[in-house]
């Protein structure tokens, strides 16, 4: 048999919601989760700028072997700048001062230039890398250093036959360890 609750007085008002306390300290709660996660995200964010930089040079680095052999002509991958790379197919010397690429003489088939604003810098042991047509080959050889101004580094590492191997000497969460 189910009890009856306890009786109310008759003018007794039943508490309905939360008081203004409650209200106060949920808030103060919630608003210090969301100041923890912030700089989380903000760092998360530079990471994947950092990856999709990474990403966009080693498919072009693809491509460039790919383009010298459907050519059947050498294609030349210049770095340029610290935030700029270009394809063409000439002697290196290219520019990255402005908007459009400076190659005279050199037919340019692909470029890509950051922006001074771009957290990315990138810096190569080699100036340029020569994809020959016959062989797939690249030369020299070359490791291509990603980085952003808070830390996190990437290595994009290309071998003689074109191949790219990245890497990360910070051990950056999901990255293999140079």
Known sequence: MARDPLPQPPNTPRPRGLTLIESAVTLALAALVV??????????????????????????????????????????????????????????????????????GRRVLRYVNLGDTHPVQLLSNSGSLLFDPTRGTVTPTATVRLSLPSGPRLHLVVNLMGRVRRCSPDGLPGEAPC
């Open 35 to 104: 100041g923890l996660a912030v700089p989380g995200f903000a760092t998360m964010q530079e990471r994947e700028r950092l990856r999709g930089v990474a990403a966009q040079l080693e498919t072009d680095i693809m491509y460039a072997r790919s383009l010298a052999t459907a050519r059947s002509d050498g294609v030349r991958l210049e770095f340029a700048g610290p935030r700029c790379w270009l394809l063409h197919d000439g002697a290196p010397g290219c520019s990255c001062d402005g908007p459009v690429p400076i190659c005279e």
